[in-house]
């Protein structure tokens, strides 16, 4: 067996080791998590393959590709929280091996293994692939499909220092097939960035047409063929409502925020620099004086990874809707930029500076922080409440009864320690092993916190809610939320397909001639306006929610 076969299997083992364990731990969170999944669920109860549906209802907000993933692995483990989030696992599993072939076959074995484990061992792309939302996949086809475009201008240039085995056509097809999953996946957002990346790469061309317009025309159109087959008999079949209704979903995505999604103009700064740590700190340091290669293609593809990251922070800083896995294509090249800096480090061309130092341990500082304060906050939870006064959902959220144990500080302990090790560690020899170490231990640490501390969280956010729908599970009857956007009640009531045409119809369901129960959920900040509705029963109020019942006799 190849070292780099048997580097790779490692690396798909790991991610497996790591990402399929927990996944049904806990409950799929709103909106996204419960969204796709439940896509899914009603896929399948409906046996309509072709089109997507939330609340049986058709949805023209996403393509169907996740959501058949999703559904595949609802066939195979049932329809739960372990089949929503697996496909992601599979994919962190499968990145993990690409990264590493990819930093092989541009740099060797070293950079290939550090880039893999900067991305394995950061927080943000860790927890993604144990997650059930949609963009794990979608960056990994966006990101492939660069990479063989990259392929395709170095053979087009015909780069001595470099071996291609195959064709420049063999690179561009692929490309813009991969693309076309990505379409597939979640939109055309996949070829806006890939238009944008090869429009700023040919300003820095000096206006050189290193990809001609022909070929342009012709990539696109390989693009969205993928997705054309789909649609094309979706439109058949239908009509085209869902190009318009998309169309429409996307435009307004783009120049207005989603309910509770505004952000500042630096807030996915903000996130990559806490969210990708460690990898943030080191990738920062490529943006300023970096050493170039002594080979021509390793600082074409460095301009490619600074190109497309700055693409991506600049797009999704500039939308209204401000959304923290926006800018997860961004963590492609942040990784591999952390260890193109760790590589120099390890070469003696660059160092470890203070500043550098300095940001890791107040950004790992904060993390510690947080980790051994909250299971201590958790079990004086009073001390808090002061400063939630303003806010009766977040302190009737604070009154829920959570078991937190001084154990639950191992994720922080863990992670102040890993981080003095790796700086003993990293003083006594620059060699590349208390850099794994590093990656590694993040990874761990992150493992620890989705185990000790995630339980928790959830329940004081969601929990109660959760629960009463899936009471209400095994009766034949409506559910609704009322004042909040939720897909909970769908999912885990476990809907059946309507046979009423007004079961989605609030007016209705409160106020019209229902044929059997209807259970309601609002938060407590909205639930005077139900309170006064005489056909309304208050049950129960529990952690910020009220919830409701309206038989049918009260409509007589």
Known sequence: MSQK?????????????????????????????????????EMILLEDYLRVYINFEPFWEKPPLFVWLQALSMKIFGINEFAARFPNAICGSLTLVVLYRIGCFLKGNRFGVLWALSYFGSILPFLYFKSGIIDPWFNLLIFSGLYFLILFYWKKKKVKSITLEKSKWFYFILSGLVLGLAILMKGPVAFLIISLVLGVCWIFEKFRFYINPLEYIVFAILCFSVSLVWLGIETFKNGPWFIQEFTT???????????????????????????????????IRSFYKFPKSEQWFENDFHRWMKILFWVVLILFSLVQSKIVHYSSLCYFPMTFLAAS??????????????????????????????????PVVGKNIDLIKPLFSKDPFAMANLEAQIEWSYIDCLPGVFLLGLMIFFFKTFNKASKAKPFNLLFGGTGVFVMLSLI?????????????????????????????TFGYKSYAHLFYNKKRPPKNENHSKHSWLLGGEIDKTVYIAAKINRANELIKNPNLVELYRKNGFVFFQRNITEQQ
């Not at 996307?250 to 505004?262: E, S, Y």
């Not at 996130?271 to 990708?276: D, E, K, M, Q, S």
Request: hydrophobic residues 55%; contains cysteine; aromatic residues 20%.
């Open 341 to 374: 800096v760790i590589e120099k480090i390890l070469d003696g061309n660059l160092s470890f500076e203070k500043w550098m130092k300095g940001l890791f341990w107040f950004i790992g500082g904060v993390f510690v922080f947080l980790f051994l304060a909250l």
């Open 249 to 283: 979903y996307q435009i307004r995505l783009l120049t207005t925020h989603d309910a509770g999604h505004k952000g500042f103009l630096g807030y996915h700064f903000v996130v990559l620099l806490i969210g990708v740590f460690p990898a943030s700190i080191f990738a």
């Open 5 to 41: 076969l048997r580097i790779s299997l490692l690396f798909a083992g790991l991610g497996l080791i790591f990402y399929v364990p927990f996944l049904g731990g806990v409950h799929l969170f709103d909106w996204d998590e419960i969204n796709f999944a439940e896509m899914a669920r």
């Open 452 to 480: 000790f501390i995630i339980n928790n969280i959830e329940g004081y956010s969601q929990n109660a809610a959760i629960e009463f729908f899936k009471s209400k599970s095994k009766e034949d009857c409506y559910v609704m």
